[in-house]
């Protein structure tokens, strides 16, 4: 672990290291003492770090940033789940930037070779949530998990070949089990049990979710019945034909209701605004389309609702890190 004019730069091997030395009787190392100890005051609150299963780490985080910093991880051929109760920090993960919004999510990254993840923490942000880093071994080992099971943007992160991300809302199985986490009374050998019974937990709620990502919201929101059954029928029309996707304007009208109520209530619901999951649905259907090799690059852009293919190019690059065109050689 190094530091580096404000910049915190660390591997797994760091942390391995951290908790090989530190853990307490719980099986925890707390980074917030460890930074203690180092005279680093830039943050207040919890963060701690647990060996889960042996061969993957998890960290708990409840704390708010006293002074800006940033952080560097530095990763390789790993899987990260990080759920955002709320608050956060802007990322930059698999080459896309993720900007703060405070809302409820999950970032689901693959981590092939030379992969680096950054945090940019601002002065005044909070930080509620809980990450998971795990070997695509580790845990298919665990949770025995086949491809043909999910999605294949999905099934390609599972895999952990390539450096890429998919961002989801959290359900409210995820968000209990999250606060659950956080919030848990235990301590010594106790707190250690409970903790990896709920990673688990957490695991398996979120592997059923990304088999069947739509379903798996439409089951578990706390939405009103009304508002349920609206964005149950928005979320079927946007899975519909991605080449005419209505306005969000001609959505409002639909749905009865105001463009910010429309806007708000599915942001607060997924986790995402409706532009942000339309474009990563189209980039999921883009990709599959490419692997087909069926269809030339700008058949796969019109198909998918852009008007040329340079449009299209830069939004998948933007997207997935990389050209279409790699796709389209493999």
Same mark, same amino acid.
């Given at each position: 672990? *190094? ?5 915190i730069?660390?591997d ?7 908790l090989?030395?530190n853990?307490?009787?719980a ?7 460890? !930074? ?9 609150? /919890? ?5 889960? /299963?042996?061969?993957?780490y ?31 920090s802007?990322?930059?993960?698999a080459?896309?930037?993720?900007i ?7 970032y ?15 002065? $005044? ?5 809980? $990450?998971?880093w ?10 025995s ?7 294949h943007?999905?099934a390609?992160?599972?895999?952990a070949t ?5 961002a ?5 199985? =995820?968000?209990?089990?999250v ?7 235990f301590s ?8 990896e019974?709920?990673?688990? *937990?957490?695991?398996?709620?979120t ?6 990502? *739509?379903?798996?919201?439409n089951?578990?929101?706390? @939405?009103?019945?009304? /508002?349920?059954?609206?964005?149950k029928? @928005? ?6 034909? @991605?080449?005419?996707?209505p306005?969000v304007d ?9 463009k910010a109520q429309?806007?708000n ?6 986790g =995402?605004?409706?532009?942000e999951y339309? !474009?990563q649905?189209?980039?999921q ?21 852009y008007?040329?293919?340079?449009s299209? $190019?830069?939004a998948?690059?933007?997207?997935f890190?990389?050209?279409p065109? /790699?796709?389209?050689?493999?």
């Open positions: 672990m *190094e530091l580096i004019d404000k910049c730069v660390a797994v091997q760091d942390v391995q290291r951290l090989a030395t853990k307490n009787s099986g925890l190392v707390s980074v917030k003492n460890f !930074t203690q100890a180092q005279d680093l005051t830039w943050s207040s609150g /919890k963060f701690d770090l647990y060996e889960y /299963k042996e061969e993957a998890a960290g708990i985080k409840d704390f708010s940033i006293a002074e800006a910093f940033t952080t560097k991880t530095r990763l390789s051929n790993l899987i990260s789940f990080e759920y955002m109760l709320n608050g956060g802007d990322l930059e993960l080459g896309r930037t993720f703060n919004n405070d809302m409820p999510r999950l689901v990254t693959s981590h092939g070779k030379s992969s680096e993840q950054t945090r940019f923490h601002k002065a $005044g942000e909070k930080y509620k949530g809980v $990450g998971i795990i070997t695509p071994k580790k845990l298919d080992e665990l949770f998990i086949h491809s043909i099971d999910f999605p943007s999905i390609e992160v599972l895999k390539n450096n890429r991300v998919l989801l809302p959290l359900t409210g199985n =995820m968000r209990h089990i606060d659950q986490i956080l919030k848990h009374p010594e050998k106790l707190s250690f049990q409970f903790v019974s709920k990673l688990t *937990e957490l695991l398996c709620y592997i059923k979710c990304m088999q069947s990502p *739509e379903n798996a919201y089951n578990d929101n706390q @939405l009103s019945n009304a /508002k349920n059954i609206a964005m029928r @928005l979320l079927s029309k946007l899975e519909g034909d @991605l080449e005419k996707i306005s001609e959505l409002s009208e639909e749905f009865g209701m105001s429309l806007s209530t599915f942001k607060s619901s997924y =995402m605004t409706i532009g339309i !474009t649905k189209r980039m259907r883009s990709q599959a389309l490419i692997k087909e090799g069926k269809l030339s690059i700008l058949q796969v852009a019109i198909e998918v609702g008007l040329n293919q340079s299209f $190019g830069r998948f690059k933007k997207f890190g990389y050209s065109l /790699k796709d389209k050689a493999l």
